[in-house]
């Protein structure tokens, strides 16, 4: 059995009411229905980070799921630590982004311990009231899941390295 430290956290972020802004949530469900072993938990977060991750004192991978405005086009993928997005003096690019790193930083100081922290962002196109994505967000999925996927191998073949 993986220790807390050896567990790997996949979390889900976004509204399902607001079309591509669910996208994250959307993403964990794909994700969940493969076999990753127990050293890979999938979390639907939901809009309540803080509640997601109140259970844990440590967690050897946190990788995020969210709709990430970078300007692109919209289903874009982009791939960026936490401390990218933290470090930054320009406006948020989610709507979920100062509330996950609001509720990082309580988490941390109740004494979460997190080993790295990374961010799948999916450009959105619309966010209106609605529980469908948008085309364009709805046909990345596959290569969102792949992306997740090829993370969460390299680190089965990191852990198997000497």
């Known amino acids: 059995m993986a220790s807390a430290v050896d567990r790997i956290v996949v979390l889900g972020v976004g509204n399902l009411l607001r079309q591509d802004e669910g996208v994250g949530v959307h993403a964990v469900r794909a994700l969940v229905e493969a076999d990753y072993g127990e050293e890979v938990v999938f979390v639907d977060g939901g809009t309540a980070v803080f509640d997601a991750l109140a259970g844990w004192r440590e967690i050897g991978k946190l990788v995020v799921i969210d709709a990430l405005r970078a300007g692109r086009e919209p289903g874009s993928i982009v791939r960026v630590s936490l401390r990218e997005v933290a470090d930054r003096t320009a406006p948020a690019l989610s709507v979920h982004e100062q509330g996950l790193l609001d509720a990082l930083a309580l988490l941390q100081q109740g004494g979460l ?10 450009e959105p196109g619309e966010t209106g009231w609605g529980t469908e994505l948008s085309e364009p967000v ?3 999925l596959p290569f969102l899941a792949a992306r997740v996927r090829d993370e969460l191998a390299s680190l089965s073949s990191e852990e198997r390295s000497p």
């Open 138 to 140: 709805a046909d990345c």
């Open 113 to 122: 311990r997190v080993g790295e922290i990374v961010i799948y962002g999916v």
